[in-house]
């Protein structure tokens, strides 16, 4: 399981975690998170997102 | 074809030339900038230092190539002195460059208090990647950081800082640590958590005269308490900058004065970010700003697009003792009530009808953050 930080504001996507809040299980991996997601706290793309942690 | 120009190449113009770019609008684009015009985030500033992030890795991109991506013209270390609105033309660097239509994406500065003694002159602030450039510089040799303001950065560098291992020392006339976005409870549960870890809180005072010493500075305090510190560091707040637009004959008042559609009071001309106020609101913080570009990049792409804002609950990164917050409107009335856990504070703030209109939360309630949201809606 990865994580991946938005480079804009910080935020971090935890694949273990997932994003239950918005539709997005627990374990859901990066590549498998929608392209047109958006980051939760600031609004950017999901290309704005970089590894942080392997 | 006269150009679309962009002043600033902060997080605003940079966002509004992509989205402009990624709406297939292909007209002529100019960004101008003071400094290198690097593309970099001034959120993550306050939080760069535990990350190990140097001025090279806060660069996403150089201005070469973000003039490539956007198929725009950059100009670096230029700046507009004037505005013709009647002729619709800038100076630049002395030189004249026509638009079409002008976007102030000009950002913020500093509040500097009025500092006096042998060592003001040395205080730093830190509002842009070249300022962070210097603290870095300044860190080297700095173990001891003094912060004079309390508030959501001074408490984000308060928690960096003591990350990266160095002490730290908050001054500030506020009664808790950024007062004017969360209740007390979650203030001194922010507090105490950075104590802790070795923060030294002087509240509800004020520095004097700051002088420098054989090795750093010492200011003593109204309270009568001496600090000593190898550095000290400013972060009493932001405002808009807006003389440019003043000078050119345009509305300002706190910030730049636009409508919901980032118009303001002169034709052809934007303004979006710390720099403007919206609709009667200056929102110096990053998901307004995001939809700002958004909704304006369609508006200067062709299709009128009103900025409309969702709860945008603002992350505060003292990573410590996470906080989350929506605050209620300015001035608004009511009162907070407070849910506190071993697992956190959430805080709910009710205005006289007993409508749910703001909330905080604090530690690992910050989890909640997407179902307060709900309720708020």
Same mark, same amino acid.
């Given at each position: 399981?990865?994580?991946?930080?938005?480079?804009?504001?910080?935020?971090?996507?935890?694949?273990?975690?997932?994003?239950?809040?918005?539709?997005?299980?627990?374990?859901?991996?990066?590549?498998?998170?929608?392209?047109?997601?958006?980051?939760?706290?600031?609004?950017?793309?999901?290309?704005?997102?970089?590894?942080?942690?392997? | 074809?006269?150009?679309?120009?962009?002043?600033?190449?902060?997080?605003?113009?940079?966002?509004?030339?992509?989205?402009?770019?990624?709406?297939?609008?292909?007209?002529?684009?100019?960004?101008?900038?003071?400094?290198?015009?690097?593309?970099?985030?001034?959120?993550?500033?306050?939080?760069?230092?535990?990350?190990?992030?140097?001025?090279?890795?806060?660069?996403?991109?150089?201005?070469?190539?973000?003039?490539?991506?956007?198929?725009?013209?950059?100009?670096?270390?230029?700046?507009?002195?004037?505005?013709?609105?009647?002729?619709?033309?800038?100076?630049?660097?002395?030189?004249?460059?026509?638009?079409?239509?002008?976007?102030?994406? !000009?950002? @913020?500065?500093?509040?500097?208090? *009025?500092?006096?003694?042998?060592?003001?002159?040395?205080? /730093?602030? +830190? %509002?842009?990647?070249?300022?962070?450039?210097?603290?870095?510089?300044?860190?080297?040799?700095?173990?001891?950081?003094?912060?004079?303001?309390?508030?959501?950065?001074?408490?984000?560098?308060?928690?960096?800082?003591?990350?990266?291992?160095?002490?730290?020392?908050?001054?500030?006339?506020?009664?808790?640590?950024?007062?004017?976005?969360?209740?007390?409870?979650?203030?001194?549960?922010?507090?105490?958590?950075?104590?802790?870890?070795?923060?030294?809180?002087?509240?509800?005072?004020?520095?004097?005269?700051?002088?420098?010493?054989?090795?750093?500075?010492?200011?003593?305090?109204?309270?009568?308490?001496?600090?000593?510190?190898?550095? !000290?560091? @400013?972060?009493?707040?932001?405002? *808009?900058?807006?003389?440019?637009?003043?000078?050119?004959? /345009?509305? +300002? %008042?706190?910030?730049?004065?636009?409508?919901?559609?980032?118009?303001?009071?002169?034709?052809?001309?934007?303004?979006?970010?710390?720099?403007?106020?919206?609709?009667?609101?200056?929102?110096?913080?990053?998901?307004?700003?995001?939809?700002?570009?958004?909704?304006?990049?369609?508006?200067?792409?062709?299709?009128?697009?009103?900025?409309?804002?969702?709860?945008?609950?603002?992350?505060?990164?003292?990573?410590?003792?996470?906080?989350?917050?929506?605050?209620?409107?300015?001035?608004?009335?009511?009162?907070?009530?407070?849910?506190?856990?071993?697992?956190?504070?959430?805080?709910?703030?009710?205005?006289?009808?007993?409508?749910?209109?703001?909330?905080?939360?604090?530690?690992?309630?910050?989890?909640?953050?997407?179902?307060?949201?709900?309720?708020?809606?």
């Amino acid at each position: 399981m990865k994580k991946y930080e938005c480079t804009v504001c910080g935020f971090v996507y935890d694949e273990a975690k997932g994003m239950p809040d918005h539709g997005i299980d627990p374990g859901t991996l990066w590549e498998n998170v929608p392209a047109d997601w958006e980051c939760p706290d600031c609004g950017v793309s999901k290309a704005e997102f970089e590894m942080v942690e392997a | 074809m006269r150009p679309t120009v962009i002043i600033g190449t902060g997080l605003a113009g940079y966002t509004l030339a992509k989205e402009l770019r990624r709406l297939q609008w292909q007209g002529p684009l100019v960004l101008v900038t003071e400094d290198e015009g690097q593309f970099y985030s001034k959120p993550m500033l306050s939080g760069a230092l535990a990350k190990k992030k140097d001025v090279a890795a806060l660069t996403m991109a150089s201005a070469e190539k973000m003039a490539a991506d956007l198929d725009a013209q950059i100009l670096t270390q230029s700046q507009v002195t004037a505005i013709d609105t009647q002729e619709k033309q800038l100076t630049i660097n002395g030189q004249k460059q026509p638009y079409d239509k002008l976007v102030l994406a !000009i950002g @913020s500065f500093p509040i500097r208090l *009025p500092l006096t003694g042998s060592g003001a002159e040395e205080v /730093v602030s +830190v %509002n842009n990647l070249t300022d962070y450039g210097h603290f870095l510089n300044r860190l080297e040799k700095a173990h001891h950081v003094a912060i004079i303001g309390p508030g959501l950065i001074g408490s984000e560098f308060a928690n960096d800082l003591l990350l990266s291992g160095r002490q730290v020392t908050m001054i500030g006339p506020d009664k808790w640590p950024i007062n004017t976005l969360i209740p007390e409870e979650i203030g001194r549960a922010v507090q105490k958590t950075l104590a802790e870890k070795g923060a030294t809180w002087h509240l509800e005072t004020f520095n004097g005269p700051i002088e420098k010493e054989t090795k750093g500075y010492s200011t003593v305090l109204k309270s009568g308490v001496k600090v000593e510190a190898d550095l !000290i560091l @400013s972060a009493v707040g932001v405002r *808009p900058t807006v003389e440019l637009a003043k000078k050119a004959g /345009v509305e +300002v %008042n706190r910030g730049i004065v636009t409508d919901s559609f980032l118009k303001t009071s002169v034709d052809s001309l934007y303004a979006l970010g710390d720099c403007a106020e919206v609709a009667g609101r200056n929102l110096p913080f990053i998901a307004p700003l995001m939809i700002q570009a958004k909704a304006l990049a369609k508006t200067l792409a062709g299709t009128e697009t009103e900025v409309v804002y969702p709860a945008m609950p603002v992350v505060i990164k003292t990573t410590l003792y996470p906080v989350v917050t929506q605050p209620p409107p300015m001035g608004a009335q009511g009162a907070w009530r407070i849910d506190a856990t071993d697992k956190g504070i959430i805080g709910r703030f009710y205005n006289k009808e007993d409508k749910l209109i703001g909330f905080a939360l604090g530690g690992e309630a910050t989890d909640q953050k997407a179902a307060l949201t709900k309720e708020l809606e």
